[in-house]
Each structure stands twice: as structure tokens, then as C-alpha cells.
């Protein structure tokens, strides 16, 4: 149910600098998907009346995503003023006249922030009497960041920043999160009040909290239940730090839910991913994208897939696969390469060293040795040899090449599309195909076998090979002599 009196305000307008990247820093991936977009799934999740994200670098592509995860979200673009600040009155200046409820502000780089805390936030403001509310966290190492400041009676008096802040509260483990849930009224006002008049030259949007405290009005501090809910990402380090607790978080999830997995701290599943109960997952396993695993089957060990459709009882061993479909009882590996649009039906093989892209291979099919196939169907119960290639790309075009059912290829083939192999046909190891075989034919390639005797004598004398066969030729020609 839309929670009327409340609106959510994102700031997502900093540079993030301290990724060093071309790509925003929201837009960084976090288990499959962008940082801003778990904060954007918390802001739907909440379901207020209004949610206004502030943007300014890298608009854009900011504003598409955003655009696409929060629909009726209202996008704000930040001026030349610097400052949480700033971003915060020009949002709250985006609000419709009539509003008169809360203002819940949140970072677009925290996004392992849940709803469930931010819930708590609300109850606890709206239970008391404070014009503010804030989250905070104790940290063993709060070096950087603003201190909360409590008086005796355990309220928050005021928040120090770390640079500011005196020895004895350099020693306070209470560190403002930057989370706020403000009444609208109140904030209205004491945002008219800000000015840049600090080193940093921006309008913050701490200094709310000291001018409210000023006026004489309760501000309060609610401590998460973990510090890691409110942890922001400004560099690549700390992204791999989120990005561990949030997977840990993942995997848990999963094993309750009655999946197997043997090494959780080499295993990543992305958030998009859905895993059947009785699905086995070995060590150094990565399921990535909308990857959908069905019962009883088995991935890994070192098993990449992304956007894969997995199918029940399956078994999947060190393989890469993309945007490929593995029907159920199939078996793929080791050492498999199935590139987009690779379609195992059930009960097929796709073996050790087999690359395959844009393919189906019919139920009970197999492929199961050191071949390429591609842009290829093979029907129903068919063999494919080993070092089997289909040279689908005539430099132009790419070919389809088609192999029926109840076909045995032998070693070594090499297909050159467009070609068709019949039904029940079979093929000659060594054979390139180069015209259709008719169901039930046997395709070969004629040409006689010549030995040149004497070859090796005559063109690699002094060889080891030479040596070989001079001494097989003397062992040969004993038993005449003996017998002479």
C-alpha cells in the first residue's frame, strides 16, 4: 500500500571520482545489476507517494536506468551549487504544493540498505517527537567519517565532522550514516538557511541537522543492527567489499532454500538467477544474469553461465555458457564453450573441448569430442565424431548446416555449409562434405592410399626415424638369414 505521507529523495548527482572509470560509479555492477538499481528496487519496495533522484554527472545514463527501474519517479537535475544540500532543496522544491509528509533521504551508493531498516527508521520518527531522524552505525574504525555526539541523557546533540572533530571525540565509534528522515516543514525552512560559507565551498546537508538542534529542535540517532547496511561504495576496493557481503547474503539464501552449495566463498549468484531446491553447486561456480536452474540438477566445479536455462537432472562441468538452453538429463563438459544460442535438448552431450553457438542439438544427440559446430541443427539420437567442424562463414555469409536423426558421423569431418545430412546417414572419417548426403547413404571421400617405400631413407637420412626403420628392416631380414 502507497505510504502517502512519505517521499524519497536519491541523491545520485556525484562524480565518483575515486573509481577511476569511463562508467558512472552507480552504474558499476553489484551481484548482476547497477548500485543505484538495488537502491531503486529499496525505494519501490517502500512504496512512497513520491520518489525524486537527483542526478548531475553522467546524467543520461543515469536517467535511462532510473527511467526504466522507477517508473513515476521524478528525476531532478542538480545546479552549479555543490552539496547534499543543494541536491535535497532542489528535490524537496520538485514535490507537489499539497505534500506535507516526510521527506526519507537516501545515497544512490548504498545499495545494501534494505527496506526492513529504513521501515524501522520511520516507525521510530513517527513514534516520537523529533523534527529529524537518522541513522547511525558503530564501526570498530570510524576514522573519516562524522561522529555522532550525544549528551548525557543519550540524545544527539550534535554531528562533528572527523576533520573537525577534538580528541575526545575522535575516540566516539557512533558515525552518521547518512541516512535522514526528515518532516517536511521543518526541512522546507532550515534548507532556506544553508549557505557554501565552509572549506568545501557546498551547501551540506549535515548542517541541517546542527541548525535544527540550533532552533531547538529534537534530532534523532537510530544505530543499524549491521554496520555493513549503511556502507557506501566510493572505490573499487569497496565495491568488492559489498560485493562479497552482498554474494555471502546471496548463497545463504539459496542453501536455505534447499540448494547445495560445497564452497560458498568461491560460488557467485547473481540476484536475477533462480535455483531450484536439490540443485547442486560445486566449488569455483558463477551463475550470472536471469540464469534459471531446474531441480536435481548439477553445475560446476568452475562452471561459468549467464542467462542460461538449465534443465532438470542436467550436469554442467567446467564449461562457459551464454544465453544458452540445456535440456533436462543433458550433460555438457568438460572444458565446453557454448556460445549465445546454443540449444542442447534432452538427453544430448555437448562433450570436452566442444564449442558450439547458434545451434540445436536434438534430444539424445551427442557432440561429444574436440569439435566446432555452428549455425547448425542436428535432429534426434545422432553422433557427431570426434574433431567434427562445421565451416559455417564463407567469408560473407554465414551457413546452416543440417544433420538428421539416427546419423553417425565419423572423426575428423569437416562440414562446408549450406549442407544437409540425411537421416540415417553416415559419413567416412576423414570426409569433407561438401554436397548433400541423401537419408541413409554413406558419404566418403575417394582417394587411394600410397605408401612411397623408401621415403624416409631417401629424404631424412640420418634421422632418428631413419635409424628406426633401417634397424625394423634388419630385424626383419634375420629370421630369412637364419633360416638359410
Not at 529504513?118 to 513514534?127: D, M, P, V, Y
Not at 565552509?198 to 540517532?221: I, P
Not at 569497496?238 to 548463497?251: D, M, R
Not at 538429463?329 to 573441448?353: D, H
Request: charged fraction near 20%; glycine fraction near 10%.
Amino acid at each position: 500500500m502507497t505510504d502517502s505521507h512519505l517521499a524519497i529523495v536519491i541523491l545520485a548527482a556525484g562524480q565518483g571520482t575515486r573509481m577511476k572509470s569511463t562508467t558512472p560509479k552507480l552504474l558499476h555492477t553489484l551481484a548482476g545489476i547497477p548500485i543505484v538499481s538495488h537502491v531503486l528496487a529499496t525505494a519501490r519496495e517502500m512504496d512512497a507517494a513520491y520518489t525524486v533522484a537527483v542526478v548531475r554527472h553522467e546524467r543520461d545514463q543515469l536517467a535511462e536506468v532510473i527511467d526504466e527501474q522507477l517508473p513515476g519517479g521524478m528525476i531532478v537535475d542538480q545546479d552549479e551549487i555543490p552539496g547534499t544540500g543543494r541536491a535535497v532543496e532542489q528535490a524537496v522544491a520538485a514535490l507537489p504544493a499539497d505534500f506535507t509528509g516526510e521527506v526519507l533521504v537516501v545515497n544512490g551508493d548504498v545499495p545494501l540498505l534494505d527496506a526492513a531498516t529504513l521501515t524501522a527508521l520511520i516507525e521510530s520518527h513517527r513514534a516520537g517527537a523529533s523534527s529529524a531522524t537518522l541513522l547511525s552505525a558503530f564501526l570498530d574504525d570510524a576514522t573519516g567519517y562524522g561522529r555522532i555526539v550525544r549528551d548525557a541523557d543519550g540524545r544527539l546533540e550534535r554531528i562533528v565532522e572527523h576533520r573537525d572533530a577534538s580528541e575526545s571525540e575522535l575516540a566516539i565509534a557512533e558515525i552518521n550514516a547518512g541516512v535522514y528522515l526528515f518532516g517536511l516543514s521543518e526541512l522546507r525552512d532550515t534548507l532556506a538557511s544553508l549557505n557554501t560559507q565552509n572549506s568545501q565551498g557546498e551547501k551540506y546537508l549535515t548542517d541541517v541537522v546542527g541548525l535544527l538542534r540550533e532552533a531547538g529542535s529534537e534530532v534523532a540517532a537510530v544505530p543499524v543492527s549491521e554496520p555493513w547496511l549503511v556502507e557506501g561504495i566510493n572505490d573499487r576496493a569497496q565495491l568488492s567489499v559489498a560485493a562479497a557481503k552482498l554474494n555471502a547474503l546471496i548463497v545463504r539464501g539459496w542453501q536455505l532454500a534447499g540448494v547445495t552449495v560445497h564452497d560458498p566463498a568461491t560460488t557467485w549468484i547473481d540476484l536475477k538467477a533462480t535455483i531450484a531446491n536439490d540443485v547442486e553447486i560445486l566449488p569455483g561456480t558463477q551463475i550470472r544474469g536471469a540464469t534459471v536452474i531446474a531441480t536435481g540438477a548439477t553445475i560446476g566445479p568452475d562452471t561459468t553461465l549467464v542467462d542460461c536455462e538449465i534443465g532438470e537432472g542436467a550436469e554442467v562441468k567446467r564449461t562457459d555458457a551464454t544465453l544458452s538452453v540445456i535440456g533436462s538429463g543433458a550433460s555438457v563438459g568438460p572444458f565446453a564453450y557454448l556460445r549465445p544460442n546454443t540449444i542442447l535438448e534432452a538427453g544430448g552431450k555437448i562433450g570436452t573441448f566442444v564449442e558450439t553457438k547458434n545451434s540445436t542439438i536434438g534430444a539424445g544427440s551427442k557432440v561429444p569430442h574436440l569439435s566446432y559446430i555452428g549455425d547448425t541443427t542436428v535432429g534426434v539420437a545422432s553422433n557427431v565424431g570426434a574433431g567434427t567442424i562445421t565451416a559455417n562463414y564463407d567469408g560473407v555469409n554465414k551457413n546452416k548446416t543440417i544433420v538428421g536423426s539416427h546419423v553417425r558421423t565419423g572423426s575428423h569431418n569437416v562440414f562446408v555449409a549450406p549442407v544437409r545430412i540425411g537421416d540415417g546417414a553416415y559419413t567416412g572419417a576423414g570426409t569433407v562434405v561438401r554436397k548433400d548426403v541423401p537419408a541413409g547413404a554413406l558419404a566418403i571421400n575417394v582417394a587411394p592410399q600410397r605408401n612411397l617405400e623408401g621415403w624416409v631413407a631417401t629424404n631424412r637420412p640420418g634421422t632418428a626415424a631413419a635409424t628406426a626403420a633401417e634397424d625394423h628392416a634388419s630385424e626383419q631380414r634375420a629370421p630369412e638369414q637364419s633360416g638359410d
